[in-house]
């Protein structure tokens, strides 16, 4: 019984030992990034290697090309998909949520494009393109002095952009010809 006492308090006395900390690191949390004169598990040291946020491709990018190509082929319940799929991906894709809103504009769910343009605004900011797309929003809903507005603050921001020329030239043409 002696002995069983003995292994039972060399093993807690083992447990114990492993857990206390060298106090080397402060009790600072490690993360993924290595410190200089780390190596890898090859031996050769991570200088020079990419980490995590020096990566160029994002998971979100695929979903973004996919949605754009459905959008391009006037499919935007699929494309609307797919931004939003990219937009859970990466909360942070300004153009994703761009792509979310225009989806949702084309096929009238204009209390999700209003929330889509505001979460892109917050990413983007002021651009002529978001200008622009609230302003064809606006135009889609019949909201001409608001389509009206946004399309002159894109303007003003890109005078030579051709699309913003056109959405003006549209929302003139749709206040000349209004049908009943």
Known sequence: M?????????????VIA?????GEDGGV??????SKGDVTSFGDAFDGLKTVSDVEYYASDQAVAEAKNQFRAENYG???????????LAPNDGGAWMGLAACTDRIH?????????TRAFKLVGATPEYYNNVGYSYLLRGKLQDARSNFLKAY?????????????????????????
């Open 2 to 14: 002696k002995r069983v006492i003995a292994v039972a308090a060399c093993l807690l006395m083992a």
């Open 156 to 180: 003003e921001l890109a005078p030579n952009d051709p699309t913003v020329t056109n959405n003006l030239k549209l929302l003139s043409s749709s206040v000349q010809n209004i049908e009943r």
């Open 18 to 22: 492993g857990c206390q900390t060298n």
């Open 78 to 88: 699929n494309a609307g998909a797919l931004f939003f799929k990219a937009t859970q």
């Open 109 to 117: 769910r204009f209390d999700l494009s209003d929330r889509a343009y």
């Open 29 to 34: 949390v490690r993360t993924n990034e290595p």
